[in-house]
């Protein structure tokens, strides 16, 4: 399943298929992204990150993939599991300046 | 061992009072920041303090103090609450400024004005 990073639409895939979250970047001169993932009660935590000179990166069940042209980001997880349920945000930085976060997508692992 | 490690995690108050959110980082960083998330899961910056000078202040009401007596800690103090500072606040840190790279978060601290 698809969803678009926008006031924290929600996302509900099935345990063991892949999920895809999507994410729209506004500043055409960040250079370097990044993926968070949030759980209920608990502080973001660093999933994968991508610098601008790379489109695709791959981490263990986890693919952030980068299209400069249209300013889009998004993070594929392979097989989702329970423990996938979460907010992820995507966040994206300028060179020197703050770290921006996008308004999250709530993932939602049905067993 | 908890890398950013705030409290209280929670916290409930009257409006009028004045509360401090404690913060600490035992990671070495140099940056540390305060973030605040609303109802909707929105994450946005509030100050940020590289090696106990403040280097970020983003439109935060001056009811909203900083104060990082060393690099390692950075705690938020917050005059004359109001319903509107009902919002979970994070503590972060990071190597260097600017936040060009990943951040540390805390767990988050509720505060719940009534």
């Known amino acids: 399943g698809e969803s678009v990073g926008l006031h924290l639409p929600t996302l509900s895939v099935q345990e063991g298929d892949n999920s895809i979250i999507n994410c729209a970047y506004s500043?055409?001169?960040?250079?370097?992204f990044i993926w968070y993932k949030q759980e209920s009660g608990k502080g973001p935590q660093f999933i994968i990150d991508?610098?601008?000179?790379?489109d695709k990166r791959q981490g263990q069940r986890v693919t952030v993939l980068l299209n400069k042209t249209v300013k889009h980001l998004s993070l594929q997880i392979a097989a989702t599991q329970p423990g996938d349920s979460a907010v992820y945000f995507c966040?994206?930085?300028?060179?020197?300046?703050?770290?921006?976060f996008g308004g999250g997508t709530r993932l939602m692992v049905k067993p | 061992d908890t890398a950013v490690s705030q409290t209280p995690k929670y916290l409930v108050t009257q409006m009028g009072n004045d509360k401090s959110i404690k913060c600490e980082q035992n990671?070495?960083?140099?940056?540390m920041y305060w973030y605040k998330q609303d109802s909707k899961k929105f994450l946005k910056i509030m100050f940020s303090?590289?090696?106990?000078?403040?280097?970020i202040n983003e439109t935060v009401p001056n009811r909203f103090s900083p104060k990082s007596p060393d690099k390692a800690h950075l705690n938020l103090h917050i005059n004359s609450l109001e319903l509107g500072d009902s919002a979970v606040y994070f503590c972060?840190?990071?190597?260097?400024?600017?936040?060009?790279?990943?951040?540390?978060f805390g767990e988050g601290s509720r505060l719940t004005v009534l």
């Open positions: 500043n055409s001169a960040s250079d370097y």
């Open positions: 990671l070495g960083h140099d940056t």
């Open positions: 991508i610098r601008s000179n790379m």
């Open positions: 966040a994206e930085n300028e060179a020197g300046n703050m770290l921006t």
């Open positions: 303090y590289n090696n106990k000078e403040l280097i």
């Open positions: 972060a840190s990071s190597y260097g400024t600017g936040a060009a790279g990943e951040l540390f």
